[in-house]
């Protein structure tokens, strides 16, 4: 059981390339999630995925797409990378939308944008 | 969704409790509080979640108010491997999915 696994670990981009970064859970969950963190943040929602064929809008969306796959499956676009975007990125899953099942998180993509 | 408030950092002696109080004074009746806690850049960690009862897991201990205004995590023997960010975090139930992760508290176990 891998749990939340996210590839690649580490990219360098350059202004205006674009990338999919992955994410993959194999504990059935119905939920999935992306966020940001940046240096001495908390971390920011992207988008999030209630149930799967679902996607919605989190705190910090512009500049991003998401796709969900399948139930298994979460990957998050960067269409024209901007300087802005570096940051580290982290997937995170959930059995379902009650408040009564935690978040597992994957260990992160470190995404630096030159 | 409840904003917390927590130190921006705290220390304590290795092999004593720490405890680290967090405040959600508007939390709603239908709003769990969540502990998690990120060692390094990994990905966060679950520790404990409770409603309104004190919890009590193989990690750590929730010890909320009966108010739910605040609550505290007790992590009781620290050891160096705690130190970590801890984040709290009231999640609610149903409807927006938004978790939201402050900047939490840097626990800093000293030897």
């Known amino acids: 059981n891998a749990g939340v696994t996210q590839t690649p670990k580490f990219q360098v981009l350059k202004t205006g390339q674009s990338m999919t970064l992955q994410c993959a859970q194999d504990m059935n969950h119905n939920s999935m999630y992306w966020y940001r963190q940046d240096p001495g943040m908390g971390l920011r929602l992207i988008y999030y995925s209630a149930s799967e064929g679902t996607t919605d809008k989190g705190e910090v969306p512009n500049g991003y797409n998401v796709s969900r796959l399948n139930k298994r499956e979460f990957s998050l676009r960067l269409e024209s990378a901007a300087p802005s975007q570096t940051s580290v990125y982290f997937c995170?899953?959930?059995?379902?939308?009650?408040?009564?099942?935690?978040?597992?998180f994957g260990p992160g993509t470190r995404l630096t944008v030159l | 969704d409840a904003k917390t408030t927590q130190p921006t950092s705290m220390d304590c002696a290795e092999g004593r409790a720490a405890n680290l109080p967090c405040n959600h004074s508007t939390i709603s009746g239908n709003e769990y509080v969540y502990w998690y806690r990120q060692i390094h850049s990994q990905g966060p960690q679950y520790i404990i979640h409770g409603l309104k009862n004190n919890e009590t897991n193989e990690m750590a201990s929730l010890i909320i108010t009966e108010d739910r205004k605040s609550s505290t995590l007790i992590l009781p023997h620290a050891t160096l491997r705690d130190t970590a960010v801890y984040y709290c975090i009231a999640f609610f139930s149903g409807g927006y999915q938004k978790v939201t992760f402050g900047t939490g508290t840097k626990l800093q176990v000293i030897p």
């Open positions: 995170a899953s959930r059995v379902g939308t009650s408040g009564n099942n935690e978040q597992f």
